[in-house]
Structures are given as structure tokens and as C-alpha cells.
């Protein structure tokens, strides 16, 4: 499985914006890149992905490096519920039963 | 809104005692996963499920684990003689269609499981 590095953690202040980065400099043609997120005491919850152009939806935008080694999450403008583990994932290949693999992702403290 | 979910919340058990979860997934999905957090750590796959089989299997998943289908709607994880080291949230997941297609697993709340 492709590597990611996150940070292990980061801190913001509410409603200001939040970007989150994630390095995957062996990344593969054929690989997605996946954001989720976990919030306390919950299960995992996806947040967006993207192949290589730039994704938005209501939760956030994926802004991706042109060489696709990297890329970044961006909370637009964040509040005490984006408080959570983001984790960024790689998958690819062919399409199947094709876990995710979670690292430790950055904890994100959002401050009052 | 569509969700998987999960029973027990909760389970405390003592050491060497058989184990099932269970895992209500989305209705129309095809692909489905058991994953575990031990307390403090990260998200561990465990095993994942398709077309009523395993697809594959983490080194975690031993000969002390097995899944099952057993209805067309459930999705069981049991665990056969439950050791310390179980004791962790397990979460069930599930999704539609390609994962690089539709990018969402969704998951349930979890299992919580003590062994004591």
C-alpha cells in the first residue's frame, strides 16, 4: 500500500479556514487519494476524494499537487465539530473488495 | 439517510468466551469490511467480504476470527475464544461499488468489546 505522511497534529481557531496536508510522493498513476475523518467516539467518516484534478463538496475542497505528490485538505471555515483525526488514504487499482488503510492521521484541535 | 449499523454498543466478556458482533450494512451494498481501533490507536483492517466470500484478510484476522453472511441482510464477526488483547472498538463497514468510483466507505458507530 502507498505511503502517506501527515502531520500528527494541528490546531486551528473556529471559523477560520483549516489546511491539512498530506505527502504521498509514491503514488501511483491508478491511485485515489481519500479523506476521512473521525470524529470522537465515532466511526470513520468520509470526507472527500480525488484523482487529480481539485474536488469540492459541502464538507471541503482537495486541492491536489500537480506532480500528485502531495495534497492538501481544506476546511473553509471550520467549527468545534470539525474537531476530529483526518486521515488521508491512497487506494487504486482495479475495482474490488479494495480496503482502506488507516494511519495515524493529524488530530486537529479546533479552538473557541 | 442510509447507515450501517451495529449491536452489541457494548460487550464485556471474560477471556476464552466465543464472541459475535453484528453488522446491519447498507441494503444495496456489495463490498463489506470489519475494522478495529484498540484504545489509543489507529484503525486496523481486519477483513473484508464480497460475493460471500473473503476477499482478503489482515494478518490480524487468525483462525480465532471468521465472518459470516448468514441472512442477506447481517453481517457477523465472530470471534472464537476471545484473548485480552480483543478487547477493542470493531467497526463494520460497507459500500456500493468500486471504491475508486464512489470513494465512500461508510462505517458504523462500532462495537465496543472488553475482555476481561
Known amino acids: 500500500d502507498a505511503k502517506t505522511t501527515q502531520p500528527n497534529s494541528m490546531e486551528s481557531n473556529e471559523e477560520e479556514p483549516v489546511h491539512l496536508p498530506c505527502n504521498h510522493s509514491?503514488?501511483?498513476?491508478?491511485?485515489?487519494i481519500h479523506w476521512y475523518r473521525q470524529l470522537p467516539s465515532q466511526g470513520p467518516e468520509y470526507v472527500i476524494h480525488?484523482?487529480?484534478s481539485n474536488v469540492n463538496n459541502r464538507m471541503a475542497s482537495l486541492a491536489i499537487a500537480e506532480d500528485r505528490k502531495s495534497s492538501t485538505l481544506i476546511l473553509h471555515r471550520a467549527t468545534l465539530r470539525d474537531a476530529a483525526v483526518y486521515y488521508c488514504i491512497l487506494s487504486g487499482g482495479p475495482q474490488g473488495a479494495q480496503k482502506l488503510v488507516f494511519g495515524q492521521g493529524t488530530r486537529l484541535t479546533i479552538n473557541p | 439517510e442510509p447507515e450501517v449499523t451495529q449491536t452489541p454498543s457494548h460487550q464485556v466478556t471474560q477471556m476464552g468466551q466465543e464472541v459475535i458482533l453484528r453488522c446491519v450494512p447498507i441494503s444495496n451494498h456489495l463490498y463489506f469490511y470489519w475494522y478495529r481501533q484498540i484504545l489509543g490507536q489507529k484503525v486496523e483492517f481486519l477483513v473484508s467480504?464480497?460475493?460471500?466470500?473473503?476477499?482478503?484478510k489482515s494478518e490480524i484476522f487468525d483462525d480465532q476470527f471468521s465472518v459470516e453472511r448468514p441472512d442477506g441482510s447481517n453481517f457477523t464477526l465472530k470471534i472464537r475464544s476471545t484473548k485480552l488483547e480483543d478487547s477493542a472498538m470493531y467497526f463494520c463497514?460497507?459500500?456500493?461499488?468500486?471504491?475508486?468510483?464512489?470513494?465512500?466507505?461508510?462505517f458504523g458507530e462500532g462495537s465496543r468489546l472488553t475482555v476481561l
Open positions: 463497514a460497507s459500500r456500493s461499488e468500486g471504491l475508486a468510483r464512489t470513494g465512500e466507505l461508510f
Open positions: 480525488g484523482l487529480t
Open positions: 467480504f464480497y460475493n460471500n466470500e473473503i476477499s482478503e
Open positions: 509514491t503514488i501511483s498513476g491508478t491511485d485515489y
